[in-house]
Nanobody, 123 residues
Framework: QVQLQESGPGLVKPSQTLSLTCTVS??????????WSWIRQSPEEGLEWMGG???????YYSPSLKSRTSISRDNAKTAVYLQMNNLTPDDTAVYYC???????????????WGPGTQVTVSS
């Protein structure tokens, strides 16, 4: 019953900023005790947990991405946002938002996934 949908640009130039939106339907993003994560997948890195926000609004990030990643939300819009700065071609991946009750980079730990959106970093 919970549905997630990613949206944002499919092509970003190197050094530019990526902004993605995850729109959630079927539940509130403030419902205890759900976590809402951004995850990406690429041939080079596989499945990589980027960070997320809890039902209460606390944010957590992968150490490797923390310096250039920011996650926020709009409760009224049931939306979770991802912003990543200083993109390089290595950031090319399919970006997903997903629901869980724990922080994880294992697909089986997630309750729901969006369909994902392809982001290509290229000049």
């Amino acid at each position: 019953q919970v549905q997630l949908q990613e949206s944002g640009p499919g092509l970003v130039k190197p050094s530019q900023t990526l902004s993605l939106t995850c729109t959630v339907s079927g539940d509130s993003i403030t419902t205890a005790y759900y976590y809402w994560s951004w995850i990406r997948q690429s041939p080079e890195e596989g499945l990589e947990w980027m960070g997320g926000i809890t039902y209460s609004g606390n944010t957590y990030y992968s150490p490797s991405l923390k310096s250039r990643t920011s996650i926020s939300r709009d409760n009224a819009k049931t939306a979770v946002y991802l912003q990543m700065n200083n993109l390089t071609p290595d950031d090319t991946a399919v970006y997903y938002c997903a629901q869980s009750n724990m922080w994880s980079n294992r697909a089986s730990d997630y309750l729901s996934w969006g369909p994902g959106t392809q982001v290509t970093v290229s000049s």
